[in-house]
């Protein structure tokens, strides 16, 4: 066979959702002349919001004016700006429209899948999937997000005797016409948990079939979901957008000032915190009907309070009016338990119970490991954790995801992270005595232990620590941290990530790098327990994440107009349009400084 190709660029970027097209762009602002190319092993730009993901009452969980890019609004649903909802379909062509106008789509390689990245003497070295050529690039971004690899239960390894389509929720938009279409579709399982369960259950209730929904028992359970508006007044996700929600919900960021005084070192404080959040449980638990008898109080999350705030196995926002009254249609059964084989048209339970005559399944059994281009030395050395390498194929867990395995990180490393690991739980517990005290849960709470968590050692949450701290600044790694306003963090972390990389920014010494993602890690677990143990969560805390990656730019982040507005008013990406012609201009001004 012909050896393949070798295409040199000076920068690759893995992914075209929100995080690779803006990094794209912000780099070509920074260098115009770079050669950049977008690899994506889609057929269109989006990501999760990719066309053939796409199905109809597929709604992002904010208002519009909350989900686009601070420079470019996003035009309202079929042009009625008084319709807040924003649709899969919108950010889709938003996208599109936005590689479109910043001539990205001509460096964008669809259907191209990397599945091998290590270091060459040029920088990287990227080789493809059914591919012979290679890429090299001097600058690696990896934009891949966490929603890119389906992660199936063990059960549909071996499925000879099983009848129906087994999908994974990730193909529910290619799939849509199928299910929809044909009379002989009437039953379908679900099985799993998280978001797009509830998402998947409702679009089938809404098409007119019988849904069985299986949950394991033993899992983290059903997550909790906020109504669209609180009281049918305020806006969750504007609220959630606010500095005054970023001191109500105690973030290691944030850990200073007259608020964060008040509210969280202050006993009467840490009282008002606590029932604010029960008040919104409360609001949320009777929006539900999780006490109404029948099948939905099966969906009522598994914690003894505050449930949306603690976020165990998940937070949701309702965003369609009917949202709960189709949950609670009688063609709906939920059980908790989980499937162990299929065969025929039979779906047979851990329990020894059937579904009996199911005509099509549905996985929603979460995503797998998003950074598999990377070998396990390639992994320590960018301080990714190897998640899903070592699951245990005979284990009859639905999703890997709900257990980890003890951590076992390199011994050969520059940072001693047992220490600064150890340090961090006891600073995060006394600056943040509200997160010292962790809820009940339905599960065991070995699920907690510190050990089981997928530590990313990112400083920023993009760059690995060890490289940084020996001057390697080739690799920078995007949309590992889960926010309300995914497109504006986007942004924020793209020009920090760019500006590194082209050694435009100082990052301090390895053991103060390795002290602030300690304490990152050891806040998301305490803060956000299950989900805080699989990701770097933030939900509602992306305001303090600004503030401290524009302190490092010299941006200036509390941009409202004044203190009362700073604290009540949603925070909109469109209060930090211009942030980038911003960077521009101080570092035009700087190198003119230099030259007198």
Not at 415 to 438: C, G, I, K, M, S
Not at 485 to 495: C, D, F, I, N, R
Not at 518 to 543: C, E, H, I, M, V
Request: charge should be neutral.
């Amino acid at each position: 066979m012909a050896p393949g190709k070798v295409e040199q660029v000076d920068v690759a970027i893995i992914g075209a959702g929100w995080y690779g097209l803006v990094s794209a762009r912000t780099f070509l602002r920074l260098r115009p002349e770079a050669n950049v190319l977008i690899i994506d092993s889609d057929n269109t730009v989006g990501g999760v919001w990719s066309k053939d993901r796409l199905y109809p009452n597929l709604v992002a969980q904010v208002r519009l004016g909350l989900f686009n890019y601070s420079d470019t609004p996003m035009p309202p649903n079929g042009g009625n700006a008084k319709d807040p909802h924003v649709t899969g379909e919108m950010i889709h062509n938003y996208m599109h429209k936005y590689a479109q106008d910043h001539d990205l789509l001509r460096r964008v390689r669809f259907n191209t899948f990397v599945a091998d990245a290590r270091q060459c003497p040029r920088g990287w070295r990227l080789s493809l999937r059914d591919s012979d050529d290679v890429i090299e690039a001097e600058k690696l971004l990896v934009a891949t997000g966490v929603t890119s690899i389906p992660e199936m239960p063990p059960f549909t390894e071996s499925l000879e005797e099983a009848s129906i389509p087994v999908i994974h929720s990730r193909d529910l938009g290619a799939s849509f016409d199928a299910i929809r279409d044909d009379p002989g579709v009437r039953r379908v399982v679900v099985v799993g948990a998280a978001k797009s369960a509830y998402d998947a259950v409702y679009l089938l209730l809404s098409m007119g079939k019988q849904v069985t929904w299986a949950i394991r028992a033993d899992g983290a359970g059903p997550l909790a979901i906020l109504p669209f508006r609180v009281l049918h007044l305020v806006n969750t996700v504007a609220f959630a957008s606010t500095r005054l929600m970023s001191h109500l919900s105690p973030s290691i960021l944030n850990a200073r000032g007259p608020l964060y005084w008040l509210l969280q070192r202050n006993p009467v404080g840490r009282w008002a915190v606590g029932r604010f959040w029960a008040f919104l449980d409360y609001v949320s638990a009777v929006h539900a009907g999780y006490r109404d008898g029948d099948h939905v109080g099966l969906l009522r999350p598994e914690i003894d309070r505050q449930s949306v705030f603690w976020s165990h196995s998940g937070l949701g926002v309702v965003t369609l009016s009917d949202f709960w009254p189709t949950l609670h249609s009688p063609n709906l059964t939920i059980v908790r338990d989980e499937i162990r084989t299929i065969k025929g048209r039979d779906a047979h339970l851990k329990s020894g119970a059937t579904v009996a005559g199911v005509d099509y399944a549905v996985m929603c059994t979460g995503w797998g490991d998003h950074f598999a281009m990377f070998d396990a030395a390639h992994k320590a050395r960018i301080g990714l954790p190897a998640y899903g390498a070592r699951r245990d194929p005979h284990s009859s867990s639905s999703s890997s995801s709900s257990s980890f395995p003890i951590s076992q990180e390199s011994e050969q490393q520059l940072v001693d992270w047992a220490a600064h690991d150890e340090a961090a739980d006891r600073l995060v517990d006394a600056q943040l005595p509200f997160l010292a005290r962790p809820p009940r849960l339905g599960q065991s709470m070995d699920v907690l232990d510190a050990r089981r968590q997928r530590k990313w050692r990112l400083y920023r949450r993009a760059v690995p620590v060890e490289m940084a701290a020996g001057g390697d600044r080739s690799l920078a790694v995007l949309g590992q941290i889960h926010t309300v306003q995914t497109p504006l963090v986007a942004e924020a972390q793209s020009l920090w990530a760019v500006v590194y990389l082209l050694g435009e920014v100082a990052v301090p010494g390895v053991e103060d790098m390795a002290a602030e993602v300690a304490r990152w890690n050891a806040w998301t677990r305490k803060r956000y327990l299950g989900q805080g143990q699989k990701f770097p969560y933030s939900l509602y805390d992306f305001l303090p994440y600004i503030d401290s990656i524009f302190a490092d730019l010299g941006l200036k982040s509390r941009r409202k107009s004044n203190p009362i507005a700073e604290i009540f008013s949603p925070y909109e990406p469109s209060d930090f349009n211009g942030f980038v012609d911003e960077y521009l201009k101080k570092r035009e001004a700087k190198r003119g400084d230099c030259k007198v």
